[in-house]
């Protein structure tokens, strides 16, 4: 059985490296743009004149060229420009809307009549549940805590050399 003194260096080793992966993974999920949210109706706008601008080969500023979306997001596209339009399968008449339900994790390329390059690109991955959060963790924390736990004594050494 270990001393309580090396217990405790072990505990307060394993806590800080746990507590840096803890730091090290969220600021990660954050800068990727990880979303933790559950899947929603996401609402996609066609402006009036959307088909004049892509004629011209000009980007319609409120629509994005490429979407990112969680697995079970539906995507309604809100066609207010006078002509139809169409993105991958659906046709969207002028001035009505369609629905496709993103069922498959990946990245697509669609056909679409609203983009001046003719294709959106969209993403859909998995959310991001607490379980996934406490695997990167662990996953960093535990091999974190056990190298502070080895290279403690070693630099209190060298410290007093």
Same mark, same amino acid.
């Given at each position: 059985?270990?001393?309580?003194?090396?217990?405790?260096?072990? =505990?307060?080793?394993?806590? *800080? /490296?746990?507590? $840096?992966?803890?730091?090290?993974?969220?600021?990660?999920?954050?800068? @990727? !743009?990880?979303?933790?949210?559950?899947?929603?109706?996401?609402?996609?706008?066609?402006?009036?004149?959307?088909?004049?601008?892509?004629?011209?080969?000009?980007?319609?500023?409120?629509?994005?060229? =490429?979407?990112?979306?969680? *697995? /079970?997001?539906? $995507?309604?596209?809100?066609?207010?420009?006078?002509?139809?339009?169409? @993105? !991958?399968?659906?046709?969207?008449?002028?001035?009505?809307?369609?629905?496709?339900?993103?069922?498959?994790?990946?990245?697509?390329?669609?056909?679409?009549?609203?983009?001046?390059?003719?294709?959106?690109?969209?993403?859909?991955?998995?959310?991001?549940? $607490?379980?996934?959060?406490?695997?990167?963790?662990?996953?960093?924390?535990?091999?974190?805590?056990?190298?502070?736990?080895?290279?403690?004594?070693?630099?209190?050494?060298?410290?007093?050399?």
């Amino acid at each position: 059985m270990l001393p309580s003194k090396a217990l405790r260096h072990i =505990a307060r080793a394993m806590f *800080l /490296g746990l507590l $840096l992966g803890l730091v090290i993974n969220e600021i990660t999920f954050f800068f @990727l !743009g990880e979303s933790s949210r559950g899947p929603q109706v996401v609402e996609l706008v066609i402006p009036p004149g959307t088909s004049e601008m892509i004629k011209r080969g000009e980007q319609p500023p409120s629509l994005p060229a =490429a979407m990112s979306f969680v *697995l /079970g997001d539906v $995507l309604l596209i809100r066609n207010e420009d006078h002509v139809d339009h169409q @993105l !991958g399968p659906l046709w969207i008449p002028a001035q009505r809307e369609a629905r496709l339900s993103l069922t498959t994790t990946g990245a697509f390329s669609s056909n679409c009549s609203f983009q001046p390059n003719s294709t959106l690109n969209m993403e859909v991955r998995e959310p991001l549940t $607490l379980w996934m959060r406490l695997q990167g963790v662990l996953m960093s924390g535990i091999p974190l805590g056990i190298l502070f736990a080895l290279y403690a004594p070693v630099l209190q050494l060298l410290r007093k050399a």
